[in-house]
């Protein structure tokens, strides 16, 4: 999985006199436009869909055939949302930007229940540097759309966040074209997710239009929506496909009409993937039990869900109480590995020592299992197919997909060997031209043209 990709750099490089002909110049001049990157992340598109021939999403083919793609791109652990998007800002793993949930865990080694607070500002929940945070430096104009891991970062000019703000510029914007109201935004949960996707995007093509932002970072959560629902590989998926490639469609759209199609590069990644389930684990059950919530325990513990692994807390947390934990868990129905926090440093989690966000005990679960707390008193309950994602980074359904294509991209239909999504960052920044040297991923140097 390494970025050091020599053999089919020299096949892109062949290819390199008909590349890209609706999306990409050859390496930018002095009196051309400077380069613009647009990021769309379509959240949980897994690989193995990207692969079916007859996946209808005519415009994603296109951009493959126009550019590159990957056969897959590895997710930082854990395999959700906020940790792999950061990932792909940073390009560090969750040891280095601390980043384990979808937020801030709060509360998380006392005697009561943590929680956690989706609203807490970046500057409290990435431990690193950002390609944004470069990018605004250099000078360059920065914009978020349902970016996640970012509320309130100085360093983006431009937003339109996943909770909108109904006097935020861009929100404002939007009511006065009358393509939403602000009894909506104000409600903006309430719709479907389909129905905010399509305002995000709304949001995107305006801040392309009247702002012409350098970077932009765009997030849609309609397959992950609909597959936490229904499961994996199915025909709700497929269409929610279709309608996210007429999102993306829009995007390139607004890119052309605002006549910047031949400076701009277009990235289309994933966070992670999804698998089907049939069987919900309550984590705390089996703490409950064994007195490790009790008002009289010692070192109560208690455990987060999160689908495709829980983590577990215990306040005044030793080695051998973590090794009792273990014990509690090991063995146990449904369970496909309790770690302590040595192991899961070893597949590139935060220790205790290093982040206060970092687990006691890390559990993952076993296939078609996830970790849930419907059923407060039921351990193992069986329930209808749904979707879940977490599971380890090895799983196959867990893979993101990864298409460039535009200025500064060689190769055309050319296929990459999978990598690490921590190389999107650095790849960015040399597709900016901005200097983001610190970063654990590497820039896919082979996927770029000369200059870059």
Known sequence: MSSDITG?????????????????????????????????????????????PELPAPTLH????????????????????????????????????????????????????????MNAAKSKLVAVPTVYDAAHAAGLVTAEVDWVAIMDAPTIDWRFPEKPNPDGAIEQDLVKQGIVTRAQ?????????????????????????????????????????????????????????????????????????????????????????????????????????????????????????????????????????RQALKKLFAGKAGIRAALTPDAAAKMGWPVPAT??????????????????????TQYDAPTLQGGAHGYPNSEPLMQAIFIAAGTGIQGKGVEIPAFHNVDVAPTIARLLHIRFDDAEGKPLTGILAPGY
């Not at 008909?18 to 009196?31: G, R, Y």
């Open 185 to 321: 935004l104000m409600q903006f949960g309430e719709p479907s997710q389909a129905w905010r996707d399509r305002m995000y995007t709304n949001a995107a093509v305006d801040i392309i239009r009247r702002h012409h932002p350098d970077l932009l970072l765009l997030h849609l959560l309609a397959l992950d929506s609909i597959e936490h629902e229904t499961g994996y590989g199915n025909n709700a998926g497929r269409n929610t496909i279709a309608f996210l490639d007429d999102r993306v469609k829009e995007v390139i759209d607004a890119v052309r009409a605002a006549g910047e199609l031949d400076n701009t590069t277009f990235v289309i990644v994933s966070d992670h993937g999804q698998e089907s389930v049939h069987h919900l684990l309550n984590p705390n059950v089996p703490l409950r039990e064994a007195g490790l919530q009790a008002s009289t325990a010692n070192r109560p513990a208690f455990a987060i869900p999160e689908g495709g692994f829980a983590l577990v807390f215990q306040k005044n947390a030793t080695d051998d109480s």
């Open 8 to 52: 089919w750099r020299l096949l892109a490089a062949a290819t390199l006199a008909a590349s890209i002909a609706a999306l990409s110049p050859s390496v930018h001049a002095t009196d051309t436009p400077r380069p613009k990157v647009v990021v769309i992340s379509l959240d949980a598109f897994g690989a193995q869909s990207l692969r079916e």
């Open 355 to 376: 982040s206060d966000q970092a687990p006691d005990l890390l559990l993952y679960p076993a296939n078609d299992y996830e970790f849930d707390d419907k059923y407060a």
């Open 62 to 117: 296109a951009l493959m055939q126009q550019g590159v793609h990957a056969a897959s791109m590895q997710p930082i652990n854990p395999t959700i949302t906020w940790p792999n998007h950061t990932a792909m800002v940073t390009g560090d793993n969750a040891s280095l930007h601390h980043v384990l949930v979808n937020g801030l865990i709060v509360g998380q080694r006392e005697s009561t229940p943590p929680h956690i607070d």
